[in-house]
């Protein structure tokens, strides 16, 4: 009876002994797996040291935004072009000036502020162009009048007087009557710029 008894406590302890070591064994393993996937995301990570290409192209995309993000200036090669237009005559009249020593290095935003009464309309490194409104006409407009048998050019200035030009030697003696007779009137013959000007008289030649 008593042997009977012995056998069965051992049986009981070897059977808990083998539940507990399987136990244990299972966790181990769970653990084990467990570090693995954590390793296993931590290697995901992208590895960005100089040596890699994700590292330079990264740099790369800096130097771009840095030299975007640059504010543009002026140099002293740029071209300065005033733009004047006038009201009475609606006529815009383009200055072409050489660039002013103060203004290089300047940005968009300086250029605007110096010169508040003109609007900046184009502005890069190489051209930067202000507008301005004036009243009366542009210094382009001609009057021709006929004095003493000769052509006379006579120059409109923005408030609308008049003073002399020009006393050419043309003489209006074999001018056509009509061209003769609109010398003579208070308007005499209006034109529009040098080049016409010229085109005029070397027709009364």
Not at 68 to 85: G, Q, R, V
Not at 90 to 98: F, K, R, S
Not at 130 to 144: I, Q
Request: proline residues 2%; negative net charge.
């Amino acid at each position: 009876m008593k042997e009977k008894l012995i056998v069965g406590i051992i049986f009981i302890i070897v059977l808990v002994g083998a539940i507990f070591t399987g136990i244990m064994i299972k966790n181990n393993k769970e653990s084990g797996e467990d570090n693995t996937k954590e390793k296993l995301i931590v290697s995901e990570e992208p590895v960005t040291d100089e040596c890699t290409e994700e590292y330079k192209l990264a740099q790369q995309t800096e130097e771009v935004k840095e030299v975007n993000s640059s504010d543009e200036k002026i140099s002293s090669n740029s071209a300065l072009i005033l733009k004047k237009y006038y009201k009475e005559c609606g006529h815009t009249i383009n200055e072409y000036v050489e660039m002013l020593p103060e203004l290089v290095n300047m940005t968009e935003e300086e250029v605007s502020e110096k010169f508040q009464d003109w609007e900046l309309i184009g502005f890069s490194s190489k051209e930067v162009t202000l507008l301005k409104e004036f009243e009366g006409r542009c210094g382009e407009h001609f009057t021709l009048k006929e004095e003493n048998g000769n052509v006379v050019i006579y120059k409109i200035l923005p408030d609308g007087t008049k003073q002399i030009y020009e006393k050419t030697e043309i003489s209006t003696e074999f001018l056509p009557e009509t061209d003769l007779l609109q010398m003579q009137s208070e308007e005499g013959i209006q034109v529009y710029g040098k080049e016409e000007l010229n085109k005029v008289l070397e027709d009364f030649e």
